[in-house]
């Protein structure tokens, strides 16, 4: 993952005449009409021709607030009629408190050429509809008339936009190649952001420039800074099964406010440094006011508590409550929706509400809670150089007892104490803390998704396999586990929907260890009877001990990768079988032993049989140490899976003696 | 301050005088066979629909619902869509405990308000209210009652005993109010007894009741649920519908309203496209043929767009506004490429069907407004019937895919409705034919050559592949044939639109160390490409088994072996005859070729629920052969 930053320096700027600008609607060139997909890549359906963008601080003069105006344009051609659904456009605007974003001077035209003619069918307004999608998203949606094979669609509007900290991000790429993007921004001379270029596609062109007296504000006139970014011939972002976030290899750029110079010639200083963020978090409403209501649980506590004494027991007492008391509403954020007290009055609460419920209790008990603030894989990697506040979209509490700390997230009550889910295991998150300064956290897994699979049984003459299989869960291997069993409704439902998915195995009796108490290994115990074979009469058998998790399929199957392989957390499969033979069974071959490694530690695979008096046992490990892999070791991945499904074909043969 | 005083108190008093109005809710008092397989038990519950008049239709919902466990919160939850024509009033309720305490109460001011849009419309007017209890201690019971006003009586909603199958019911009933002179007419569906019907001078209405009523639990190759589940749909003659008005009772006279009403008004064309058209089909001889010139034309010029607002739920657009934007949802379509048919003079059958890949036809005893999702065009030709799929734009002139195949549509016409069936898909016709020979090297690397049709149902099996870039295809034909190192080259995919349209792909493959070796045997499937999975066993089979579609698999492979290779193992030849179909594999050697031969038939049908059993066998005979391996030995 790159990051690349551009410094805004005043020295920087040459004042000059304008550089670029928007390029004229609907004025349809001859090339345009020529247009072959071919001449970028010939398996896109559709293609952005040309994309404008520009965006300024603008001061409403009724209401004296500043805001961000922006303005889009963008000229699409339509290749086939697998692109038609690039003429679809929806724009998503924001709602905030007491504000949303606002669409204005819509307008969309579809140009086709027939017969030697430029043929326009302009878009009906009537057919613009608005859809409220929730509380916080408003979608506009459209869709372009007349689209045939080689449509021109061209759309332009302006935003107005109540929220300046997120000044508009520029997307260069998108699902489909683009030729030209360009983005100007605007931005007084007061204001001061943080800029960011991610992913890997280079500027074409940038240029800035002083644009005198752009705003008046109370009878100032203040100056702009113009910045132009060009891209040219931008690739498609092409998604790929177990990718990470595409956010993190988007060619786009990102503004945050970091500063601002208020009237009176005094500096505004708004995500600057982190000791900022940590007094603005920390005296946040809905966030540090959260953290320190520890009144809320006063009364509580002696009940939330019971009898635990040590400060682990209490920790694990007070995570186990708030799991079980505030429910997660579907949104996820760093701050909490309502508060904390009435998130626990109405059971229900978003990843705000609830771990900072947790910290406080934490506090409460007199513990040493803080909050870690973070980027959930789907969102991508936070800027680290300095702190961008947008980056960060969840929320999970760290709690400090003696030399050991635990990271907690108390929105999936089935997570045993001290790890977190997969989907918060992304880079770093930022320690917040009310006293402290704030410090960086690696975000691992606690646990690897780990799983032990004991079989001991009999193979008896009359082909039966009959005996007991053991099977061991640990970390997100267990909670896929609990998981499953409370979507079953109970154990016995959920034995039975396993014994139903094996035609050909049959559970006898089960028992289950460890379903509730989660800080515990999940202990599967199945007596379990399987046919093998009609008979063992024949001269020679053939037994494939890889019948446990066998490995049918190769998940990288495809000849190259472009971007990291994201596998979710390390893993470790172990498979032990002690099978008895009867006694004029003898083996005569076998699958091969295996050992392998993929390098740098990154995975191990073991598979041996041997005999061991009238038994045979097997063995067999498969372990990844890594949640991700480079997209250069998705060769390596491939071949490493491909040995053991070859490995997995091969059985063991048993020769009857006399 | 004394405001709210007083508001509290009148809360307390509403709360107490509810509280004990309630019968006893204690989770105790629910029969065992409820709770069995139940995610939730409907205590009681009371539905009524008074049809005060066309107009203004009220329904009124009394519910108690116990959850047992988090899997039955669904059946807690209150989801209710409302939009023009459609309001919801008076949202009451009240949480209980296990005892059936009271714990808490809901009223609308809850319910987070949420846009209704399929994923796939671009429009639609309709919005839902939505209430989810945060309950966090099982089991509890939730009461509460609505009511929602109709601005309509076209469309009655269906009352079922039970909605969800792991829901039990001790005692619910449905009550339908209308005066002595409405004419209605009324279907109950596995509905045991007789309506109880009370009259007066001003009202009659009309009372079903279900009382202990088991969960049902959900298994693998079950019929329709509304094959077993206990329902009833009414239908009044008399309607009324976003200003339009009308009155059926069957089919023949509802299908004529449709035309009337809501289709022909929308087929006016300009003298411009009628001229047009004529000049596209100039010079064609038969109606087919010209139906055929116009079917592409449409599929050429429109695409697929769904929007739906008040009446155009059911209205097409004009049929000169789909001409200007090229696009339009099912009816629009249909009802555009029906006009411009007759601008050539062409009859067609605007076809109202329930499509789905699950086969579902319109009840021909009882004609309603709501048993169909979507349009198709019937084509009336002389020597045969040609069926259009107008929303698509790549399917062959005259093909109905497994989504509207086989199942009785109503087409509304001048004449009138007129129930007719569709062509069927049949086991037969739905061919896959492959054949590939390929060559096994010493290294247990495959090379070799693969050509398949695919024909009637299975026509459609690339459908997602076929339309891509050459690129995307390489990698989704990878998902069709999910083998370890497999490297496609050559690649062809081909389409014959005709009557009977056949996809074909042929392609040339390798597949590296497909058959590996230990120290003295080399191990390898012959089935390489077409392997069947076994299904679930089935405890107390209690549902018939179903099987929607049936179709049949040929698969021809020839691999060349390498000298010096003997065979030590070979699956057996196997043949299996049932009347769930049919499976025979065989494998010959001819000198060094290796022939495998494999023919599979599933046929479509149902059969009482203990044949699951076999059913089930038949599947794991099927996939155990299919997973089988030979063993060489080389010397």
Known sequence: MKLLSIALLLSFFSVSSSYAQDFEYARITGSDIELKNSQLDSNANAMVIREFGTAAVQLDNTTGKTYIDFEYHVRIKIFNKEGFNHGNIVIPLRIYRDEEDEIKELKATTINFVNGQLVKTELDKKKVFNEKKNKYVLLTKFTMPNLMDGSIIEYSYRLHSPYIFNFKTWEFQSDIPKLHSEYIANIPAIYNYNVSLRGAQKLAKQNAEIKKECLMIAGNKIDCSKMTYIMKDVPALIEEDYMTAPGNFRSAIYYELSDYVMLNGGKKSITKTWKDVDYELNSDKSFGTQMKRKDVFKELMPQILGKASDDLSKAKAIYNYIGKNIKMNGFIGIYSENNIKSALEKHSGNTGDINLALIAALSAADLDAEAVILSTRANGVVNNLYPVISDFNYVVAKVNIGDKSYLLDATEPLLPFGLLPLHCINGNGRVINLKKPSYWQDLKASQKESTKYILNAELTADGKLKGKLTTYSLGYAALKKRQRIVAANSVDEYVEKLDEQMPGISILKHSIENVDSLDNTLVEDYEIEMKVFDNLNADQSYFNPFFINRITKNPFNLNERTYPVDMGAASEERITMIIKLPANISIIDKPKDMSMALTDNGGKYLASTSMQDDSFVFNEMLQFNKPIYESEEYLSLKEFYSRIIQSQKTDIVFKKTK | ?635
């Open chain 2, 1 to 635: 301050m004394l405001k709210r005083l007083l508001l509290l108190i009148f809360i307390a008093v509403t709360f107490k005088g509810y509280a004990q109005e309630q019968p006893d809710y204690n989770v105790e008092n629910i029969p065992s066979a409820l709770k069995s397989r139940a995610n939730a038990v409907i205590r009681y519950m009371e539905t009524t629909i008074d049809m005060r008049a066309p107009e203004n239709v009220i329904l009124n919902v009394k519910k108690t619902v116990t959850v047992l466990n988090k899997n039955g919160d669904q059946a807690a939850a209150l989801v209710l869509f409302y939009n023009k024509a459609t309001s919801i009033k008076g949202v009451k309720g009240i949480i209980m405990d296990s005892f059936g305490k009271p714990s808490g109460k809901f009223s609308l001011s809850n319910f987070l308000d949420e846009s209704a849009v399929s994923d796939f419309s671009l429009f639609e007017d309709a919005r839902i209210k939505r209430y989810s209890p945060n309950v966090l201690t099982y089991p509890y019971t939730i009461s509460y009652e609505y009511e929602i006003r109709f601005k309509q009586n076209l469309i009655i909603p269906d009352w079922y005993a039970t909605p969800y199958s792991d829901v039990s019911v001790e005692n619910t009933s449905y009550t339908f109010i209308s005066k002595p002179d409405d004419k209605i007419r009324i279907k109950e569906y596995n509905y045991k007894g007789n309506a109880e019907v009370v009259k007066s001078d001003k009202v009659v209405s009309r009372t079903w009741k279900v009382t202990n009523l088991n969960a049902i639990k959900r298994e693998p190759y079950a019929p329709d649920p509304d094959n077993y589940l206990t329902y009833v749909k009414i239908a009044p003659e008399q309607f009324t519908y976003y200003g339009h008005k009308g009155s059926y009772s069957n089919w023949q006279e509802l299908g004529k309203w449709v035309y009337d009403d809501l289709v022909k008004t929308r087929q006016t064309l300009s003298p411009d496209i009628i001229q047009e058209m004529n000049n596209l089909v100039k010079g064609l001889d038969s109606d087919k043929e010209k139906a055929k010139k116009i079917y592409e034309y449409v599929q050429k010029k429109t695409r697929y767009i769904s929007v739906q607002i008040g009446i155009g739920g059911f209205q097409p657009f004009e049929a000169a506004e789909v001409h200007r934007v090229s696009y339009g949802d099912c009816k629009a379509l249909v009802n555009y490429t029906q006009s411009l048919l007759k601008a050539v003079g062409i009859n067609s059958l605007y076809c109202v069907v329930y499509g789905d890949s699950y086969k579902k036809s319109m009840d021909a005893e009882f004609a309603s407004m709501d048993q169909g999702n979507h349009i198709i065009l019937c084509v009336p030709l002389k020597s045969d019937t040609t069926w259009l799929e107008c929303t698509s734009q790549d399917s062959p002139f005259g093909y109905l895919g497994s989504f509207t195949d086989d199942r009785v549509v109503l087409a509304c016409t001048e004449e009138g409705g007129k129930l007719i069936k569709t062509p069927a898909l049949t086991t037969a016709a739905s061919l896959l034919k492959r054949k590939a020979e390929l060559n096994l090297d010493k290294d247990g690397n495959i090379n070799g050559k693969l050509h398949t049709d695919f024909s009637g149902s299975q026509y459609d099996n690339y459908r997602r592949i076929i339309s891509k870039p050459s690129s995307e295809q390489l990698k989704l034909l990878k998902e069709e044939y999910d083998i370890d190192n497999i490297d496609f080259s050559n690649l062809k995919l081909a389409q014959r639109k005709d009557s009977n349209p056949v996809t074909s792909e042929s392609l040339d493959l390798t597949i590296q160390k497909y058959a590996p070796r230990t120290n003295d045997r080399i191990y390898m499937v012959l089935n390489a490409f077409n392997k069947t999975n076994s299904i679930p066993e089935v405890r107390n089979r209690t549902l018939p088994v179903y099987v929607n579609r049936g179709f049949t698999d040929e698969d021809e492979i020839i691999y060349n072996l390498p000298e010096g290779y003997s065979i030590e193992a070979k699956p057996n030849d196997r043949e299996i005859k049932s009347p769930f179909g049919s499976y025979a594999v065989k494998v010959t050697m001819e000198g060094k070729k290796l022939i495998y031969n494999r023919k599979f038939i599933l046929n479509n049908g149902t059969y009482p629920a203990d044949k699951y059993e076999s059913f089930m066998r038949f599947f794991s005979d099927v996939s155990s052969s299919d997973n089988s391996k030979v063993i060489f030995k080389t010397n």
